[in-house]
């Protein structure tokens, strides 16, 4: 069964500061997807960034990107000049061919001013 | 544009009584999820629905049954609530591919 790991509970960093959230996972499929969701104070569930897994390339999207080291199974998000708008909690998601999109624990951002 | 929409929002229930979570999407997915989030625990999967007429058991669906009778629906039903079954709940569809999930808002489920 695979299983996705965010060791980090919370994490803090200073407004226009970078920060990198960290994201293991456990599959013996080859083919898959990774994702990070975004779900501020108002609870409304919003995608940051998407990777698929036969894609060597790291995706990007504006201030956010990710470090897919798929070997390691490692799934990190990296945030450039934070604001206080990110201020929320992280989740990393894997979905694979059985449908199953299955999520961390998360990971709550504070940006301080 | 509604996109998923969960009702209700809110709702108390005493321990033994039985409710249906509706969760409805207009963009016509293919795919339904229903999950609660729990305090450090995440997002944990309950019931899927590849189709209509099709579910699937997730992580966690002992307690909980669920219907997709029509392709917009997806009902979460709760037979006998128990104080462990309170939680937030979020449905969320996508299309066939390999796509994001599209959320509702979430119903907050207290049971006493």
């Known amino acids: ?19 990198t959230l960290s994201c293991t996972y456990d599959t013996s499929e080859n083919n898959y997807y990774l994702f990070w969701y975004k779900q501020p104070p108002s609870r409304q569930m919003i995608l940051v960034i998407r990777q698929e897994a036969y894609k060597q390339q790291n995706a990007t ?6 470090n897919f080291q798929k070997a390691a199974k490692s799934f990190s998000l990296k945030i450039s000049d934070s ?8 989740f990393c998601a894997f979905m694979s061919g ?15 001013a | 544009n509604a996109g998923v929409t969960q009702t209700p929002k809110f709702r108390v229930l005493k321990t033994g009584q039985s409710m249906t979570l509706l969760c409805a999407q207009d963009m016509n997915h293919e795919y339904m999820y229903w999950y609660r989030q729990d305090p450090g625990m995440g997002l944990r999967l309950i019931h899927y629905s590849v189709g209509e007429g099709t579910t699937a058991k997730g992580e966690v669906p002992d307690g909980y049954n669920v219907s997709r009778l029509k392709k917009q629906n997806f009902l979460l039903g709760l037979e006998s609530a128990a104080p462990s079954q309170t939680s937030v709940y979020f449905c969320a569809s996508r299309t066939g591919g390999p796509g994001e999930l599209f959320f509702g808002e979430g119903s907050r489920l207290t049971v006493l």
């Not at chain 1, 069964?1 to 920060?19: D, L």
């Not at chain 1, 999207?61 to 990710?66: A, D, G, H, P």
Request: net charge negative.
């Open chain 1, 1 to 19: 069964a695979q299983t996705v790991t965010q060791s980090q509970p919370e994490m803090s960093v200073q407004e226009a500061e970078t920060v």
């Open chain 1, 61 to 66: 999207e504006n201030r956010f990107s990710v």
């Open chain 1, 83 to 90: 604001q206080l708008g990110d201020t929320a909690m992280y």
């Open chain 1, 98 to 112: 059985t449908y199953k999109y299955i999520f961390g624990t998360g990971t709550r951002l504070k940006v301080l």
